[in-house]
């Protein structure tokens, strides 16, 4: 059974969507309950609900993959701007192959977590922030007794829907909400994952101290997240240097660079990461970059680059210049949080 929900402004309790501490009623759309307490990013929310609703009536004559190529025609860009093909392409291949990528990243944190002794949950709930088109939500379903999806915006849901419906997911709440307001009372969760979502949210601290703010005696907090100083591109834009910039001029650089706002990404880099994740959770956190976490998760190497890879950080030496070099400029890092 999924907990009662709790109002996203005031956190009273709420009993059928209404809060009787503040007064509020949230709407619903279709099976979709909307505790949003401020606009998605790149859309009003009114906007957003008509986008999702003409996704929802869509639905159920085309394929998910369909659905989300016709999600990225049918409407502009972040501020109205026409993307460059090839960032469609980019964004609708991530969308589409959501699940394939979650089911790796759920395998590392299950073997990190048991590396690192932090229980490994089993049954209980789960809760994804920011869970998009619903990758994940289909892999934890089959491992926690309920999962909670929340996303802020409605039409990522609406096609997370579809997802789960080809999957015949049956144990998956979908709530439109805030991660800054997780409308989800203290205590409530055994595992809490939020993939890609805080480079991307209003307010980082806040996010952090919600998402731990859920975790039950045993729950772990799992997340990942590009790094601001990578020697890669920047993965949203795919523009080299980005984040070596200081963050006033990343804009007009990403706009002389590719034609397109740079806004409503913040990465960060591993100090950044690892004050958040101290100020959220005390002494019990740890951040890990890409290499740490093949080093603690045994996951096999799955290309010759791999393979070197593991040969390298096999070695202490090895580990400690790999990992010193990843901290700084590798693409991207986990972050486990546990009470
Ligand atoms: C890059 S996508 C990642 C989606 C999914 N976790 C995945 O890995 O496929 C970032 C997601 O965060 C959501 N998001 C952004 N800001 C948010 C906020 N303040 N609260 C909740 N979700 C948010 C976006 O709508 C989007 O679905
Ligand atoms: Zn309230």
Request: with cysteine; glycine share 8%; aromatic share 8%.
């Amino acid at each position: 059974m999924p907990p009662r929900l709790r109002c996203p402004k005031c956190g009273a309790g709420l009993c059928e969507l209404a809060c009787s501490e503040c007064g509020v009623r949230f709407p619903k759309l279709g099976e979709i309950a909307d505790l949003r307490v401020f606009d998605p990013p790149y859309d009003s929310k009114d906007a957003d609900w008509q986008h999702a609703t003409e996704l929802l009536r869509k639905s159920s004559q085309v394929s998910l993959a369909d659905l989300i190529v016709f999600h990225f025609q049918s409407r502009p860009g972040p501020e109205g701007v026409t993307l460059p093909p090839d960032l469609v392409r980019r964004y609708i291949n991530f969308k589409v192959n959501a699940r394939e990528r979650e089911q790796k990243q759920r395998e590392e944190a299950r073997s990190l977590m048991a590396c690192l002794g932090v229980p490994v949950a089993d049954g209980g709930l789960a809760v994804d922030i920011g869970c998009g088109t619903g990758g994940a939500l289909v892999v934890l379903s089959a491992e926690f007794d309920h999962v909670i999806g929340i996303d802020i915006s409605m039409s990522n849901l609406a096609l997370a829907k579809k997802r789960l419906e080809e999957h015949d997911v049956l144990n998956v709440t979908l709530l439109a909400g805030c991660a800054e307001s997780l409308p989800l009372p203290d205590g409530s969760a055994r595992y809490v994952t939020a993939s890609d979502v805080i480079e991307h949210v209003r307010d980082q601290e806040r996010f952090m101290r919600d998402a731990y703010r859920l975790l039950d005696a045993d729950g772990c907090f799992r997340l990942n997240s590009p790094n601001r100083y990578t020697l890669g591109r920047e993965v949203h834009v795919n523009v080299f240097g980005v984040g070596f910039l200081p963050r006033a001029w990343q804009s007009r650089f990403v706009q002389i660079m590719r034609g397109i706002p740079y806004e409503h990404k913040r990465p960060l880099s591993y100090r950044e990461l690892v004050c958040l994740c101290r100020a959220a959770a005390d002494d019990k956190h740890r951040a890990l970059t890409e290499t740490e976490v093949i080093r603690h998760a045994s996951i096999p190497a799955a290309s010759t680059k791999g393979l070197l890879r593991r040969a390298v950080i096999s070695s202490p030496f090895g580990a400690w210049v790999v990992s010193t070099l990843e901290r700084r400029f590798g693409r991207s890092y986990v972050a486990l949080l546990w009470r």
